[in-house]
């Protein structure tokens, strides 16, 4: 079955991973599947939130938002609404949550990293680019730690990458752009180590129920795309 | 291996699920899981949201909120701060989207039912008590309307249930208490129709990565206690 | 002239005081006047707010709220709102104020109680059954302080009971239920000490103004209604 | 007992009503109490809120603030903190039930009277200060449509006025300034009609709870307070 | 050409100021422009804002706010909208600088003084009307600091005042009353010191863009208008 | 006197304008001013505000905001404090003003362009640079517009750019980089046509008051850069 762009049911879409995109950041990445564009900065401070403080272990959090015009239509800005909505905060914490799974808090000592993840342009799959350029900076951030003797031993105990998988008439593809997102009757986000390993899981029937069967499909083809998706990170990082 | 309560592996706390616990909404169940307790309250109203007019389709979301004293250490009111937090929208929306999974909106008609799930008592799994009970009182506001000859024809296509599964010291296990939540590596919310298929599936590693083999494990167990949990649906609703 | 219920004008609805109805909250009760059924939890901690730090005075204050569908049609929420209504701010600052009558502040030494009075179901009189259930959480809570050998003397000095009074049809009536709450001409909340002093006495006419002898007759029935309710807390705690 | 600043205890604060503060309200009034100094500004517009649209009848209401230094130590702007207090909502609320105590809604016809009462100097009594003036903002804002034969009859079916009453080392007082109602052990404020009918009584133990004879000497010296009040406002209308 | 209220092209409106407006304030003034009258209420506090604090200097900032019936229509409150408007931002702001470029730091010591300048009527250059009001007080709040041995040496580096400029039908006008600024074409306020030296100069073109002879010309105008109330506040603190 | 960058007194900074590079929007442009880097997007919609309807006439307004990361330190999100601070909505609206004065509302039509300008990178001047290239993405909407036929006549009646200007050591300097702005003694914002008349000053003392030979000189050297503006922005357009 033909994709809506041409590809494969199993294929990526274009991934770049622009490092160093900012001149002020610790780490920033310009991210891009496809059409969606987000800009991950990594913002390193020292110390760490108050109910962290003198335990001796560093922190990771992220914050997750869209430009008024990175979609078709434009969206009001949340700082106009005065409130940050539920969809936002959602995704925010799953980044964060992400990037937590690879560090090891006692190496990272009492120093916080905080990843700004910006949508410039969105066309399906801003969480997934997110936290697959989130990675890369928080890596710049933590060499950029490294490099001024601010670290006792290494707090990156692997890489994360993450993808959207979904099934699309039947058919399970990988990497969804925004107008297969709108026609799925399910959808997942996979967030997996560089070994395989899983961070999340997190499925939603937007259509029918699915079966186990469905499932299993969904997360060979998505641990496929983020073993593809590590070595991009790695190049870029290299 | 023995579980705090004295529960095996696979073992559903004590459920109970009262219905008609107020008076005046339309649906209304107190559901129990062990020492977790849920207010339950479903209000229908004619019509449909704004951006839903005119389409003949009906609308079922529901809002999710802790009662400041149901956990061990008091927490500040939503309303004294004036937001809302993340966890409290992210599982708003996990339970209107599971309802929702088993309605049939153009058999509601432009009728909306809003479930209320405030949570009186917390010791773990509040989200998957407050989506068990839910359906419920669903059930119970689609025979309101049903009884008033307001409907076209049979708006629920299914029932749904949900359980938490998580991975304690290398053992699944089903159904966490809140100290077992906290202990969990890896943490599992299921939303299951009664048919045994999957709506939701949000699996997150707390501690250390997991594997194809523990997922599948996890699924296993989750949905087998979710079947049970049909089963005391089932009973309550007869 | 017979009420709505059968009562006679001088007569209270069942009342239970429900003790213990959580197992977290230092003090709880579950009051009901009627079909009205209000949550009272009493969180102690140690320390007092900033502005009485090393005052070596304690502090006692209450948080009144009411559920979405507590009432016949359902409202909104004030988390959801981002702000809370001029009612809810005024019916805590009097259960506060209340409470606050009956302790004597250096007894506590430097701990808080907060009660949390959040209505599950509401059919008038809400403030006076969250100020006699609250009574009753305060003293399980002032139990728990000094079963931990944590008061210096006693902090209670008395105990306080709430009830309304109204004039419907020219007669004066006790413990008012919202259908006679919505057609009293007057409506008066008295809150009233164990031995029969004021402490807070509310009158407002809602349509012609009232005289003195109408005032006298609602300050009679409603002292003699509140002696009532103080039997009964009694009860409730011995 | 000599007072504070030399008055007997049943007499008011020099009281001036500065009728016309204001060039474009509809009615305004520049209340003191001694040092107190509230603008009452009556603005009318055609029309009422929405959930009274369509009834015939007109509206009245209040909203009551103060200046951040009308008191001796500067406060904080609600607009700044974003929010309203209790205190400033259980004020608002209470001007605007006082004033509509004496309005013939249907004499109104649809148009609204807001009374905007703000404290530009506070030293005690500012909320019935506040009713006081306001009363004779609201009655020029009514000749105001009066004269431009925009009501159908007389909307006014009496005066209203406020003052406080409080028991100080044992003495009953009446008008407190704020020093006074700092050391006061029992505070009342009443609001009261031109012939001597309550509106509100709304007694408050600061200190010790009061007795019936106690209560009986406030309700007495308020009432002579407020039929003082009345006729200033009749010579100030006049 | 005659303007609207009589005055000559290059004529201020009567201007007063009444310093001790109010009790409490360490300086109060009311300011009046014609028929705008703005309240100017200085507070003076120990101590500095926090990121100032050891710094040995001291702040002085400003709060702008019109009461909601200062103009001919009826405003909304900012506390009960819950935020406050860019306009209001932007006046706080400029009272803020306007009125820093006047003072030593150094001199002033780890002290705050906060102007809070509050609009009881509104016809016109109420920004103006309250930098030139709130410069008086300010001077008297520098006083009430001297007087208490509170300063190292004086403050206080000069005067401030302000007034508006503006074009219509082709004439440029000084200090213009609402009606007037309502139909300029630019519209200018100028900041001045007391020895003729320009603190601020905002021109906007509400319609046909300006050039440089019209700048000009605005310049001279504005100037000469401030140290004529240069002098009105050398007048009134002497 | 040489520049930090090793510019001449009167010389841009080097400037990008960058069209279309969002898929999205109507009209998008990434302007850089040296390091500093703005994404202005225009957005056309059917209609206007409420306030305007039935006129006839168009709208044309702006939002500008920073990443929390387009500085060298991050900043909060405005979202998150859950409230927009006063130097954003100046900014917003200067923005906006300036794009109006070249806007014939009637030959807009009932149609509004919302200019969003988001910094993703900061370095001095950012207003300024959002102005200019906001002019480049509202021509662009306008073309948009003019293509599909929704226009009567040409809405452009000019162009509009700006630059920053300041005194730095006593010389006056052209697009203050953001270490040079932090020095400057006096610092002016100027809005000018394409024909060199002038549409905003905002010049500012921010050390010692400025004489208005210092304004002169600055007014020219503005000037002559905003002419410099318009043929890149001619340019870019062609």
Same mark, same amino acid.
């Given at each position: 079955?033909?994709?809506?762009?041409?590809?494969?049911?199993? #294929?990526?879409?274009?991934?770049?991973?622009?490092?160093?995109?900012?001149?002020?950041?610790?780490?920033?990445?310009?991210?891009?599947?496809?059409?969606?564009?987000?800009?991950?900065?990594?913002?390193?401070?020292?110390?760490?939130?108050?109910?962290?403080?003198?335990?001796?272990?560093?922190?990771?959090?992220?914050?997750?938002?869209?430009?008024?015009?990175?979609?078709?239509?434009?969206?009001?800005?949340?700082?106009?609404?005065?409130?940050?909505?539920?969809?936002?905060?959602?995704?925010?914490?799953?980044?964060?949550?992400?990037?937590?799974?690879?560090? /090891?808090?006692?190496?990272?000592?009492?120093?916080?990293?905080?990843?700004?993840?910006?949508?410039? #342009?969105?066309?399906?799959?801003?969480?997934?680019?997110?936290?697959?350029?989130?990675?890369?900076?928080?890596? /710049?951030?933590?060499?950029?730690?490294? +490099?001024?003797?601010?670290?006792?031993?290494?707090?990156?105990?692997?890489?994360?990458?993450?993808?959207?998988?979904?099934? @699309?008439?039947?058919?399970?593809?990988? /990497?969804?752009?925004?107008?297969?997102?709108?026609?799925?009757?399910?959808?997942?986000?996979?967030?997996?180590?560089?070994?395989?390993?899983? @961070?999340?899981?997190?499925?939603?029937?937007?259509?029918?129920?699915? +079966?186990?069967?469905?499932? /299993?499909?969904?997360?060979?083809?998505?641990?496929?795309?983020?073993?593809?998706?590590?070595?991009? #990170?790695?190049?870029?990082?290299?």
């Amino acid at each position: 079955m033909a994709r809506i762009d041409g590809r494969s049911a199993d #294929q990526l879409r274009p991934v770049t991973l622009t490092r160093q995109w900012l001149d002020h950041a610790e780490g920033s990445v310009l991210v891009e599947f496809g059409r969606t564009r987000v800009l991950c900065a990594a913002s390193v401070t020292e110390g760490v939130p108050r109910w962290r403080k003198g335990s001796g272990l560093g922190w990771v959090s992220a914050e997750y938002a869209m430009l008024p015009r990175s979609t078709n239509t434009r969206s009001d800005r949340e700082s106009v609404k005065g409130r940050i909505g539920g969809r936002t905060h959602e995704i925010s914490r799953l980044i964060g949550r992400s990037l937590r799974a690879v560090i /090891d808090y006692k190496a990272l000592g009492e120093n916080t990293i905080l990843l700004d993840c910006d949508v410039l #342009q969105a066309d399906g799959g801003t969480r997934t680019a997110a936290i697959t350029g989130a990675y890369v900076a928080l890596a /710049d951030a933590v060499s950029w730690l490294r +490099d001024r003797k601010l670290l006792k031993s290494e707090p990156l105990t692997g890489s994360v990458s993450a993808v959207s998988v979904g099934i @699309i008439d039947g058919t399970p593809m990988l /990497d969804l752009c925004y107008e297969e997102d709108v026609r799925a009757e399910t959808d997942m986000n996979l967030v997996i180590t560089g070994e395989g390993k899983f @961070i999340e899981v997190q499925g939603t029937a937007e259509g029918a129920p699915f +079966d186990r069967a469905e499932l /299993d499909s969904l997360l060979e083809l998505g641990t496929a795309g983020c073993l593809e998706l590590t070595k991009l #990170q790695q190049e870029a990082l290299s």
